[in-house]
Structure formats: structure tokens, C-alpha cells
């Protein structure tokens, strides 16, 4: 036991440089980066796209859209949603989603309406522009994944997804 403690008041030594690379290659760091990469190019497209009105274009073209404004693209309903019930589809504080609602709403994507069913909620929904901006979106998205297919081979694509899918419990949404 004595052996143990003298031991254990030693200074930690750094490992080896030979085992240290896992920490730049590790599965959750990979996934991270392909994530950035894959939200970045969608946004990029975004940015090209005629479709998208200008003032929206500009935005993204000069790094004013971030992959978090993407989460109202992602998780608002197309019938709308209370502010709470966004943020928790999209796993974000009532507080950071009011935010982004509020930029958003800046930017013409959406606007708050009162809610049919409660009189004191309101309903954050998407405006004409916000509508055009979700189609700007799934083009995209479609074009991003095409590309990544064309990187990596169809079949490493269609085994990822599989993976991916079954990783995330099968659930799509999350």
C-alpha cells in the first residue's frame, strides 16, 4: 500500500506524442468537424442561391447566419410553434431561442402571432421570405448530401446514414 501512495503523489507524466493522437481523431471530434463542414457548405449554397432574397443572401454570404439560426429552419413547424416548444425541439433555453426568434424576425423570416388556441401565447411562424429561405434550405441540404455521396462513394454514404440513424437511437429528429 505504501508503494500505491508514494506512487500515486508522483507528478502526472504527459503520455507518449505516439498515443496522444487519438485526441484529434476520436469519433465525437470527427463527427463534430464533418458536422461544421457539412452546416458551413449549406450555408454556403444558401449564400448562391437566386432563390434566396438578397438581403438574406447577403447575410450568409458575409458569416451573419450560423449554423444556430439554421435550428429554426430545422425544427419550426410549418403551422408554427410556441416559442418554448421550438426551444425544446431544438434543445436550446427559451432564452437563446427568443434571441435567435427575435434576430430572425429582424431578418423577415418569421413573425409572432397570437396563438388561436391560448390568447395570452404567441405563435412564432414563418413569413413568405422565411418559406423561401426553408426551400433555399432543403435544396442545400440535398445538394450538400449529394456532394458528400460523391466524396466518399454512395455506398460509405448509405453506411454512415445507417450508422448515424442507429447511433442517435433511430430517431431522425434528434
Not at 463534430?32 to 442561391?49: I, K, P, Q, S, T
Not at 434576430?103 to 423561401?132: I, K, M, N, Y
Not at 445538394?143 to 454512395?154: D, I, L, S, T, W
Request: hydrophobic fraction near 50%; charge should be negative; aromatic fraction near 6%.
Amino acid at each position: 500500500m505504501a508503494d500505491f501512495l508514494a506512487d500515486s503523489k508522483a507528478p502526472l507524466q504527459p503520455p507518449p506524442p505516439a498515443e496522444d493522437g487519438w485526441r484529434q481523431t476520436h469519433l465525437g471530434r470527427l463527427l463534430g468537424h464533418a458536422m461544421r463542414r457539412f452546416d458551413a457548405r449549406v450555408l454556403e449554397l444558401m449564400a448562391h442561391d437566386v432563390e434566396v432574397p438578397l438581403a438574406l443572401s447577403n447575410l450568409a454570404a458575409r458569416d451573419q447566419v450560423t449554423a444556430a439560426h439554421v435550428h429554426i429552419t430545422r425544427h419550426l413547424a410549418l403551422t408554427g410553434d410556441r416559442l418554448t416548444d421550438l426551444a425544446q425541439r431544438a434543445g436550446m433555453t427559451k432564452q437563446a431561442m427568443a434571441a435567435l426568434v427575435d434576430q430572425c424576425e429582424a431578418w423577415g423570416l418569421v413573425t409572432r402571432e397570437a396563438d388561436p388556441r391560448d390568447a395570452r401565447a404567441r405563435r412564432v411562424c414563418f413569413t413568405p421570405t422565411g418559406l423561401a429561405w426553408l426551400q433555399a434550405f432543403r435544396a442545400a441540404v440535398a445538394q450538400a448530401e449529394a456532394e458528400f455521396r460523391a466524396e466518399v462513394g454512395h455506398d460509405v454514404a448509405t453506411v454512415v446514414a445507417i450508422g448515424l440513424e442507429a447511433y442517435a437511437g433511430g430517431d431522425a429528429s434528434a
